[in-house]
């Protein structure tokens, strides 16, 4: 099994919409992130969390929103999505220090 | 902010060594990651540095100069599965810590 969830995996909507992307890990790590991928622009942080009662904005938080519902499950949600929003998503996890994130499988979201 | 530069694409044959390259700007350092992406999958860690030198894991290595702000990734004895991205990314002070990647280099090995 997997260490860091993500579902769902692939998701198709159209503009406008509500979509929520969700996260679980059983790493038991207390810090967890959320980023996009666009082609040629690398991986970019829209939020952090280091700890259940803990949220940060990233490099590109507007029109996503996060909430961290247990220390093992980081939701991100996007309101009202909107094309510019189709990308990969991935959720990472960390531990204390300066230990390597380690990334679910992502899901790739496309907007129409 | 934090500023980091790699070479977009690079090609090697099997068997070789290739050197990637990555320099950074950043307030504040903290550490440097190499992870590797193969195409459509997830991020995996490679290595990190947050003192100068090398670190060696197997085939990978990994340098680090922090007064330069350079880094590099060197993969030697080449196989076919090392095609993939590299991605460098940078540990700074500002925001508690979070990491800033850079765009990652696409690696092609040919036979």
């Known amino acids: 099994d997997a260490d860091v969830t993500q579902t769902p995996r692939n998701r198709i909507t159209k503009t406008g919409k509500r979509i929520m992307l969700e996260c679980s890990q059983t790493?038991?790590?207390?810090?967890m992130y959320w980023y996009r991928q666009d082609p040629g622009l690398g991986l970019r942080l829209i939020y952090y969390?280091?700890?259940?009662?803990?949220?940060n904005k990233g490099e590109i938080s507007d029109g996503y929103s996060v909430s961290r519902q247990a220390q093992a499950k980081f939701s991100l949600s996007l309101e009202s999505a909107i094309p510019n929003q189709t990308a990969l998503y991935f959720c990472?996890?960390?531990?204390?220090?300066?230990?390597?994130?380690?990334f679910g499988d992502g899901t790739r979201l496309s907007i129409l | 902010g934090q500023n980091i530069d790699q070479p977009t694409e690079m090609t090697a044959t099997e068997g070789a060594i290739v050197q990637i390259n990555c320099t950074y700007q950043?307030?504040?350092?903290?550490?440097l990651f190499w992870y590797q992406q193969h195409a459509g999958e997830a991020p995996t860690f490679l290595s990190y540095?947050?003192?100068?030198g090398l670190e060696e894991k197997g085939r990978f290595s990994s340098f680090l100069s922090r007064s330069k702000g350079y880094s590099y990734l060197l993969l030697k004895e080449l196989q076919m599965k090392d095609s993939a991205s590299y991605l460098c990314?940078?540990?700074?002070?500002?925001?508690?810590?979070?990491?800033?990647f850079g765009s990652g280099t696409r690696l092609q090995v040919q036979p």
């Open positions: 990472a996890t960390s531990d204390l220090g300066n230990q390597p994130q380690h």
């Open positions: 790493k038991g790590h207390d810090r």
């Open positions: 969390s280091f700890d259940v009662k803990d949220i």
């Open positions: 950043t307030s504040g350092f903290n550490g």
């Open positions: 540095n947050v003192l100068d």
């Open positions: 990314a940078v540990r700074g002070y500002m925001g508690r810590r979070a990491l800033t």
